[in-house]
């Protein structure tokens, strides 16, 4: 998984935003980590973020451990924590979320369950992510681009 997404590619080399594949491991293991802690931490750290197995039960325990014991030397304070969804929407092949469909419309384009299902978990995260009304929606595109989700023009 140490791959990063296309869309990503203006951010990654300066390690500015934390990578789609950080916060997928994030969420997996229910820790919100703020962009000024990712900021502060340093290249062997954020890599060690990247490059860490984060799929069975104890990867996902070594992986929080690893922040938050990160986190707290570097702040002084302890990480915050997310609830760990049981069932999240990315995993799930038989059903795109509304805010996909949302945002998808807007740009013309129509995603359907067959698309969805050959995503894989990764891309399917991103899409989720990149769909959020919070979120600044900018590489929305640009993954639908890279995923193969467009109709060919």
């Not at 984060?54 to 002084?76: A, F, K, P, S, W």
Request: hydrophobic fraction near 40%; charge should be negative; charged fraction near 25%.
């Amino acid at each position: 998984m140490a791959d990063f997404f296309e869309f990503e590619a203006d951010f990654v080399d300066s390690w500015r935003c934390i990578p789609m594949q950080v916060r997928y491991k994030l969420d997996t293991c229910g820790i919100k980590l703020k962009l000024a802690e990712w900021n502060q931490m340093n290249q062997e750290s954020r890599q060690n973020l990247v490059s860490l197995p984060c799929d069975t039960d104890m990867q996902i325990d070594n992986y929080r451990c690893y922040i938050q014991e990160l986190v707290l030397q570097l702040t002084g304070k302890p990480v915050a924590e997310l609830p760990i969804e049981p069932d999240p929407a990315w995993v799930n092949i038989t059903t795109i979320p509304q805010s996909i469909h949302e945002k998808a419309q807007e740009m013309g384009v129509i995603i359907t369950i067959e698309a969805w299902k050959d995503l894989s978990i990764l891309q399917r995260f991103a899409l989720i992510k990149l769909s959020r009304p919070s979120h600044e929606n900018k590489n929305f595109l640009s993954a639908l681009q890279e995923f193969k989700l467009l109709p060919k023009s």
